[in-house]
């Protein structure tokens, strides 16, 4: 895989590099693509810090404005234990838990008490290094 180029690239970036680089950084998200695919394009910024400081308002204004949309984005992290991933961070986070089936099972319980609490959102543990 390539190294993500400088942010101050990426205003002529093409958007499969965006969407990857989106991919890289966060989840695979569609829906996050489209809200952030803008600002990409229009902002020049000095360093990746800066522009996932940026999304993150982004994400945090669609909490009175679009929670479908909030939603979406957020499940798309993996729930913890789930075996199907698509991003290779999440598949690395996810062969961290050792803990084999029992661990599997026990995950699984929690994941659907939260779910049952939190309707249309999932319990995950997110940590964004940079």
Do not use: W
């Amino acid at each position: 895989m390539p190294p993500i180029p400088p942010p101050s690239t990426l205003p002529h970036a093409t958007d499969s590099t965006l969407k990857h680089i989106l991919d890289l950084l966060f989840e695979p998200s569609p829906p996050l693509h489209n809200l952030t695919l803008p600002v990409l394009r229009s902002t020049t910024f000095p360093s990746y810090a800066t522009l996932i400081a940026a999304i993150n308002a982004q994400l945090v204004g669609l909490i009175d404005q679009d929670v479908s949309t909030l939603s979406e984005i957020l499940c798309s992290h993996p729930r913890l234990g789930e075996k199907k991933v698509d991003s290779e961070q999440s598949r690395k986070e996810q062969a961290q838990l050792q803990g084999g089936e029992e661990e599997g099972r026990m995950l699984e319980g929690l994941n659907g008490k939260y779910e049952g609490v939190f309707l249309g959102l999932r319990y995950v543990y997110v940590f964004i290094g940079y």
